[in-house]
């Protein structure tokens, strides 16, 4: 279990928080991109990528449990510290909550879900080949939930960047290199 007072972080927790980052970056991308020009070709692969980053999310909920959360390194006002926290909370709960809402999205409005063709859960759908909901409720409190996150994503992610790269520039601590520093 890692200290409090230790500086250091795993290539596990390194990695996943790379890969989560990218893969939620990337997707908040695609997924605009298709709403706004109505990308369709684009959805089953937003969805697989989708269910995967919620895999790899849970498994680093589940291993930031195990690990406890990493100390700070430099000073910081409280404000500062309060800050930081409240922007991990929303980025780590949002890595859980937006692939979530996707899956109620598509799987109770009748989508189904496929992970690269292979199927996990069957679409429900008519002789016109239109989805019939499995749940509308459901459906549409995830289509509601995935549309309105997206700003506190963006926001927390923004946040995210801007103090890290005040760690790096202004403070001159060693909150970057400690995610990208190679052991």
């Known amino acids: 279990m890692m200290s409090h007072l230790q500086q250091t972080l795993s290539s596990t927790t390194k990695i ?24 369709f070709a684009l959805y089953d692969l937003h969805k697989s990528f989708g269910a995967i980053l ?14 406890g959360w990493p100390s700070t390194i430099g000073n910081m006002s409280k404000v500062q510290h309060m800050a930081a926290k409240t922007i991990h909370w929303i980025l780590i709960i949002s890595t859980i909550l937006y692939p979530v809402s996707g899956l109620m999205m598509s799987i109770g409005g009748g989508h189904g879900l496929a992970i690269f063709d292979l199927e996990i859960v069957t679409a429900t759908m008519d002789a016109a080949g239109e989805a019939i909901p499995v749940n509308g409720f459901i459906g549409d409190l995830g289509y509601n939930i995935h549309g309105f996150i997206k700003y506190f994503v963006i926001g927390a992610i923004v946040v995210h960047v801007i103090g890290a790269l005040k760690h790096h520039v202004i403070d001159k601590d060693e909150t970057i290199k400690r995610m990208f520093s190679v052991k």
């Open 54 to 67: 919620l895999i790899l999310a849970l498994t680093r909920v589940m291993w930031r449990i195990k690990e």
């Open 16 to 39: 996943l928080h790379i890969v989560i980052a990218i893969g939620m970056m990337s997707l908040l991308a695609i997924g605009i991109y298709m709403t706004e020009f109505e990308a």
